[in-house]
């Protein structure tokens, strides 16, 4: 089958073996997967992985135990833990001991004509969400999941640096619980994006540090300077929320934590149907797309992800 296999470098191989069901498992076929930054990170070396890349995915199930899956469309969790543990019985098992990341840690993912999940990963997708959307349910599951790492009922001025996909999101997360919101970036197309989900929005070189101080900060960069910057802009006693994960090590004074008595939270993936539930009450991240691609130049695709300030990139399934 086609695949986009990230090996040194990335390419695409056309004979690549289907993966192998086990029990409990479903078999998809992709429908539209996006390409994310973190797709980007692993090409460049993050976590060593040299599997079949993509995580954001929206796809039919052709095989599974449970016949009552068969046909439907799903996106899918891409935390795949043994279900058994502690871990995964109160927490979805995003941190089993054992787990597999879809595209990411152990497991092949969705950039390929079909994958494999566990079917409790599934989470069924209303036929009112086309595909445009349903594929967003991954990112947008780590955008509300901002609001699970802040004081219950925070409405309070918020920073969000980073203006990329996720960022955008993170703003929508924040605005819809009514925080009032100031989005930092580096281009005026996104920006004005921003602002449509209700940010008040800057340029970088725009920020006064010192003004623009806020008790919760969200970074989203990708980038490797965004800690540091992060922890600037927190006000004392504030809350520094952490998106980003990048290939190489980050050198950054910690000082400012304990001087100001930073509250610093790591956030990675969130809840799946509380993304599917805000994308079928309307939510329409669509007109972050800017290319797609058929599943045939998936490797075109991920070079186009990769230039600097695009934003969303989605590959479709193979016919």
């Known amino acids: 089958m086609l695949a986009l296999l990230n090996d040194d470098p990335p390419r695409l191989v056309r004979d690549y073996p289907r993966p192998q069901r086990g029990a409990g498992e479903a078999r998809l076929r992709m429908r ?44 899918a969790d891409i935390n795949a833990g043994c279900g058994r543990c502690a871990e995964c019985e109160r927490h979805h ?3 089993c001991s054992t787990r597999t990341v879809l595209g990411i840690v152990g497991r092949d993912g969705a950039l390929a004509e079909e994958l494999v999940v566990p079917e409790r990963c599934l989470v069924a997708v209303p036929d ?12 947008l599951a780590a955008a509300l ?12 001025r918020a920073v969000v640096l980073g203006d990329g996909k996720l960022g955008l ?43 623009e101080q806020a008790p919760l900060v969200v970074e989203a960069t990708g980038s490797a300077g965004g800690l540091a910057l992060a922890l600037a802009l927190t006000a004392p006693r504030g809350t ?5 994960t990048v290939a190489g090590r980050l050198e950054v004074d910690l000082a400012p934590i304990v001087v100001n008595e930073l509250r610093v939270v790591g956030s990675r993936c969130g809840d799946l149907t509380s993304a599917v539930n805000a994308l079928g009450a309307g939510l329409d991240p669509s007109p972050l797309v800017v290319a797609r691609y ?22 479709e399934g193979a016919p």
Do not use: N
């Open 169 to 211: 999101l993170i703003v929508f997360a924040l605005a819809a619980r009514g925080s009032s919101v100031t989005l930092v970036g580096h281009h005026p197309d996104k920006l004005a994006l921003g602002r449509r989900f209700g940010a008040r929005c800057l340029l970088e070189s725009e920020l006064d540090r010192a003004a």
């Open 294 to 315: 058929p599943l045939s130049r998936a490797d075109q695709a991920l070079a186009h992800a990769s230039q600097k300030g695009v934003l969303k990139v989605v590959v």
């Open 32 to 75: 539209l997967a996006g390409v994310c930054d973190t797709d980007l990170q692993l090409m460049r070396g993050y976590l060593g992985y040299r599997g079949v890349l993509g995580h954001e995915v929206v796809a039919d199930v052709i095989e599974s135990d449970e016949p009552g899956w068969l046909g439907r469309r799903v996106v």
């Open 240 to 244: 520094v929320v952490l998106k980003t």
């Open 128 to 139: 009112s969400v086309p595909d445009e959307r349903a594929v967003f349910a991954e990112p």
């Open 93 to 95: 098992g995003h941190h």
């Open 145 to 156: 999941h901002v609001l699970d790492a802040i004081p219950a009922g925070f409405a309070g």
